[in-house]
């Protein structure tokens, strides 16, 4: 008897202990590309500038319980790009650059979490605010031995079965090589997706209404939602597509969902202050709306946010400041730099066709007008005072800017790499009188955050590899 009594002891402890085993059914992964710690804290100051006081005023992201670091590097280079470090994310493998969850000789596919959790009974969403076909959301429904792809990586959206894809558009809906007539929006039709692109239509989407592509209204020649600082009023945001992919995917079997805030990574590629901070901002009121929901389900809601990379190098301080850094002054920045540059550029053209090109090259009056009405840079009483020197290397870049793009130039790349001149220029000289320096227009390789809310979130915390966030997170996820 006294074995039996020990047997049955230990069965229960058994049970107990593995009914007592921390589950996370709902599951939120939020990606900021290019987000590291700079772009966060930079974020936060300027909100506290804005109020004329020193500190920060803490992004909802930053109040995670649990966090930690993680290297980023890939199996071919110890700089990563978003295809590698996707896939070493969602499928626990190191992996070479440019390669979608594949192995670096691409002879097989890697499974991914999401693809795991949809065999679990889980649904799935992926939300991006560049294209749907862009790397990091494609890592979880594409298997490309490139990421540029993106043809075949629409084709393999299509039929991913996946519930719920919203944001940005497609890069190639066609085969751009003409070999396959399949249209992807047209498969994803014929595969049950139902398409939206208007806004409408989004705003009476319900649940119950199955399988949903929805392509954001505003997307442009890049395929990609507005940078938040150029968003209207009434523009869809990254936090409504998110709030409305909760009301799609909810249900007893749960969800797993990954919502990128793409366009960080883009802005830092164009060294955009002012742009960054915006989407950073975009990004965590995403986050806000996955806490909403964690608060009425505590016990099985995981969420977890990182970045893929750092992007632009950024860092607050420059050789050109002092201690005395002041962020409010991206205030007057009345657009992303993409956007001021497309406009730059219509000018320009209308008075080289009214006036000829040796004279308006000759007269940058023109251009140092424009800047100062779309970001303040030259005007004093905001404190963005022009000196002769930064005259002298605005116009400099100004005549600059006329000439064809010599990429083989070393030093002409370090200082404008493939952006205009002058624009790339203005935007270097107000991010160092705000008291932000960038080093590159390209990846880095520094270590990015990793936060963590809700159930297992403790399994988050450390300095360990990319890869092992794929491990600690199946370890979580219900079965």
């Avoid at 691409?106 to 679990?120: F, N, S, V």
């Avoid at 939300?127 to 862009?134: A, E, G, K, M």
């Avoid at 883009?266 to 975009?282: K, M, R, S, Y």
Wanted: charged fraction near 20%.
């Amino acid at each position: 008897m006294r074995k039996w009594g020990k047997f049955i002891i230990l069965l229960m402890a058994i049970i107990l202990s593995a009914c007592g085993k921390p589950e996370a059914k709902y599951i939120f992964f939020f990606i900021g590309d290019g987000m590291g710690s700079v772009q966060v804290n930079a974020a936060e100051r300027y909100l506290a500038s804005l109020e004329d006081r020193n500190g920060i005023v803490p992004l909802a992201m930053n109040l995670a319980p649990a966090t930690g670091y993680i290297t980023t590097y890939s199996q071919s280079n110890y700089i990563t790009d978003s295809g590698a470090a996707i896939t070493a994310m969602a499928t626990g493998n190191k992996t070479s650059n440019q390669t979608l969850s594949m192995d670096a000789e691409h002879r097989y596919p890697y499974k991914t979490i999401a693809e795991t959790a949809k065999e679990r009974g889980m649904k799935i969403g992926i939300i991006s605010t560049v294209d749907i076909d862009h790397a990091t959301p494609a890592g979880y429904y594409a298997h490309q031995p490139k990421r540029s792809n993106y043809y075949e990586i629409g084709i393999q959206l299509a039929n991913s079965n996946f519930d719920f894809f919203g944001g940005g558009g497609f890069r190639n809906i066609t085969d751009p090589k003409g070999i396959d007539s399949i249209n992807v929006i047209d498969l994803a039709k014929q595969n049950d997706y139902l398409y939206i692109n208007n806004a409408t239509a989004f705003k009476y989407l319900e649940s119950g209404a199955g399988k949903v592509l929805f392509v954001h209204p505003d997307v442009s020649d890049d395929y990609a939602m507005p940078y938040s600082i150029d968003m209207d009023d009434g523009s869809i945001t990254l936090s409504q597509i998110t709030e409305k992919a909760i009301d799609m995917l909810d249900n007893p079997d749960g969800f797993f969902m990954m919502v990128e805030g793409g366009k960080i990574d883009w802005a830092c590629h164009g060294n955009d202050a002012a742009t960054t901070i915006h989407d950073v901002l975009a990004f965590d009121e995403a986050i806000k709306v996955a806490l909403k929901f964690y608060s009425k389900h505590k016990n099985n809601t995981l969420i977890i946010i990182t970045a893929d990379h750092e992007c632009g190098g950024m860092t607050m301080g420059t050789s050109y400041g002092d201690s005395n850094m002041d962020l409010s002054k991206l205030q007057w920045q009345s657009g992303s730099f993409t956007e001021l540059t497309r406009e730059y550029h219509e000018i320009r053209t209308g008075l080289i066709n009214e006036l000829g090109e040796d004279t308006v090259k000759t007269d940058p009056s023109w251009a140092l007008n424009f800047i100062l009405e779309q970001t303040g840079l030259g005007d004093e009483s905001k404190g963005l005072a022009i000196n002769d020197y930064e005259k002298e290397e605005l116009l400099i870049a100004y005549v600059k800017s006329f000439d064809e793009k010599n990429y083989k130039d070393h030093t002409e790349y370090i200082m404008y790499g493939s952006y205009d001149a002058f624009m790339i220029t203005a935007s270097h000289m107000l991010s160092r009188k705000v008291g932000i320096g960038w080093t590159t227009f390209s990846h880095t390789a520094v270590p990015i955050p990793i936060r963590a809310f809700g159930v297992g979130a403790e399994k988050f915390t450390g300095y360990y590899d990319n890869t092992e966030v794929y491990s600690r997170l199946l370890g979580i996820m219900a079965k």
